[in-house]
């Protein structure tokens, strides 16, 4: 069933329907074209809302980056700027295959539309203008038959009168034979007039029209095919971004099972421990003892000899809460007068310079002096602080991370400095030897320039390795001081390590009398650290367990390929830098990302 056979009358509906056709296709253009406007006003929303909420400050220097819940967060805001890339990708996908191609297309269909209706506008006139001529030539044709047959009549009335003259007459025969000629010339010219219109009327409906029929037919067929095939875009351009979806989705799932509430509490503790040990309990300070005008054996803190026992303000007390910047010496108590207080006698009691009672003294002494009882506040920290290149004004246990931190950042670029002067060396050498490929005198400067940058590293490596020694020697100087302080030491977290400074051991009396000792002015702005060497040892074991989220090549030195969902032992933690130690089940340790790995530990 072809147009041409069954529409043969009806080129205004064809005409109708080829336009209505091309409206089409240009009005599911123009609904792609606003398509592809909300898909990218939407990505281009979520990515601003990913950017307003990603933190501002590096992941290195942001403490609140080790938590895993804020890693999580992260994790879900860049899936949420991965599915937003997918929305552009959408819009991308249908501006380019839809929207471009359609309606380049459509120009293409609407000049293809107007040139075949052309052709049959063309026929059409063909055809009117062979019956406009069939038509003249018919009404010549009558006309000429109804003149011969009237001179016929008047040659025949003239023959008939006898008034008429013979020249009357032979005019009149001569008159109608010439209309009968003209009348059978119009009959032959009408004959092949109409013999040519009906040979053009059969090309025109058997054979012209139906051929531009049967081409409208194929271009409003080639049209169809082509819109139903940009429907089929339309959902193509979604499904194929469904996989990458879903991984975005299943990303944002993994990242909120990732949250390790236990491993939160330890990484906070990491890293906010000051390594200072707990104060110790606050002694009694008997101040009624220079009252006692008779010495009695009974009296409170009153020898035997008779000598009232006093305490010495030279006792230290820099460890009782060591958690500001610098333990300071406590100034000695203020008499009446304003002057300190006269130490004790080896050889009886104090004599005040002044004659005020002693209840005046001690009234004073406790409006003068306040009470240096532990308190949090302390732990803010002061906003002065001065930062030094050893890092001694952080706490023990943060001025060890950072010093270690620093070493291994030194060492790092050392390795790189090395290798690149193992590379200019060896391209040097090529230089020699085939001079054509570049002058070795070229890479004297940067061979200089890495030789100083090596030196000048190996010199604060040294630096920091000294500064790192003192502090792990002071970490074991102070150990025995920070653990004989208590007879019973307080159980460590469930989370600590098994070298922590908390023991079950008890101490021995004379351990304790010993830590009670007055330390050197030297020893109260000592560090106390309470944490063990052994914390820098690479553990031989695994420390825990992890799986690789997504896949890694691990191309580069030191890394190690893993694939995704694959299960690893947990070497050594992220100290920091992103990367973590991993070792795979058919062997081999390496470096992978950190944010690439869900982590349990042990």
């Known amino acids: ?235 193509e351009a979604e499904l194929q971004v469904v996989p990458i979806i879903a991984k975005c989705l299943e990303g944002m799932k993994v990242a909120a099972d990732a949250v390790d ?113 532990a308190s949090f506040r302390s732990l803010r920290g002061s906003r002065g602080t001065v930062v030094t290149e050893d890092f001694s004004h952080l706490p023990p246990e943060q001025q060890r991370k950072r010093l270690q931190q620093q070493l291994e950042e030194r060492n790092r670029e050392l390795q790189k400095e090395v290798d690149q002067r193992e590379a200019l060396k060896k391209m040097k050498d090529v230089y020699e030897k085939t001079p054509q490929m570049g002058d070795p005198a070229s890479l004297e400067p940067r061979i200089t320039e890495t030789l100083n940058n090596i030196e000048r590293l190996k010199l604060e490596v040294q630096k920091y390795e000294a500064w790192l020694a003192e502090a792990e020697s002071r970490v074991l100087s102070n150990r025995g001081d920070s653990l004989g302080r208590h007879t019973r030491p307080p159980e460590p977290p469930a989370s600590a390590p098994p070298d922590s400074s908390s023991s079950t051991d008890s101490r021995p009396q004379d351990d304790k009398e010993s830590s009670e000792e007055p330390l050197s002015e030297e020893g109260q702005d000592a560090p106390i650290y309470t944490e063990f060497d052994e914390d820098f040892e690479e553990p031989a074991s695994p420390i825990g367990h992890c799986v690789a989220i997504y896949h890694f090549e691990g191309s580069s030195e030191g890394t190690i390929s893993m694939a995704e969902g694959e299960d690893l032992s947990l070497m050594e933690e992220d100290k920091g830098d992103g990367w973590t130690r991993v070792r795979r089940k058919q062997g081999g340790e390496g470096y992978v990302p950190t944010s690439y790995l869900r982590v349990t530990l042990s």
């Not at 080790?66 to 997918?86: H, M, R, T, Y």
């Not at 047959?149 to 009149?172: G, S």
């Open 261 to 373: 509430a236990k491993n939160d509490s330890q990484v906070l503790i990491e890293l906010h421990k000051s390594g200072f040990a707990r104060p110790g309990d606050v002694e009694f300070e008997d101040f009624s003892q220079p009252m006692n005008r008779v010495p009695s054996d009974s009296s409170l803190g009153t020898p035997s000899d008779g000598r009232p026992e006093l305490r010495g303000s030279g006792r230290s007390r820099a460890k009782r809460w060591p958690f500001g910047k610098k333990n300071k010496p406590r100034p000695p108590p203020l008499s009446s007068l304003g002057g300190p207080l006269p130490s004790p006698l080896p050889n009886g009691p104090p004599s005040p310079r002044s004659g005020l009672d002693p209840l005046a003294i001690l009234s004073e002494i406790s409006k003068s002096v306040k009470p240096r009882l």
């Open 1 to 235: 069933m072809d147009w041409g056979t069954e529409l043969w009358d009806q080129f205004e509906v064809l005409e109708r329907h080829t336009q209505w056709g091309l409206d089409l296709l240009d009005k599911y253009v123009k609904f792609v074209k606003e398509r592809t406007e909300v898909e990218q006003a939407y990505a281009k929303q979520l990515r601003s809302l990913v950017k307003k909420y990603l933190p501002k400050r590096p992941a290195k220097d942001d403490p609140e980056s080790k938590f895993s819940q804020q890693q999580s967060f992260v994790q879900i805001l860049q899936e949420v700027n991965d599915f937003a890339g997918q929305r552009e990708l959408v819009a991308e996908n249908l501006g380019v295959r839809v929207c471009l191609e359609l309606a380049k297309y459509s120009q293409e269909m609407k000049q293809e539309r107007k040139m075949h209706f052309q052709e049959g506008r063309r026929a059409q006139q063909q055809l009117e203008s062979s019956f406009k001529q069939l038509e003249n030539s018919k009404r010549k044709f009558e006309r000429d038959c109804r003149e011969a047959e009237k001179a016929a009549q008047t040659a025949e009335r003239l023959d008939q009168d006898i008034n008429a003259t013979k020249a009357d007459v032979e005019k009149a025969k001569q008159q109608a034979h010439l209309r009968s000629h003209m009348a059978e010339e119009s009959k032959n010219e009408y004959a092949a007039q109409l013999q040519r219109f009906n040979r053009d009327q059969s090309h025109f409906y058997f054979s012209q029209m139906p051929q531009i029929f049967d081409k409208l037919q194929d271009m409003d067929e080639r049209r169809a095919t082509h819109l139903g095939a940009g429907y089929g875009l339309l959902s």
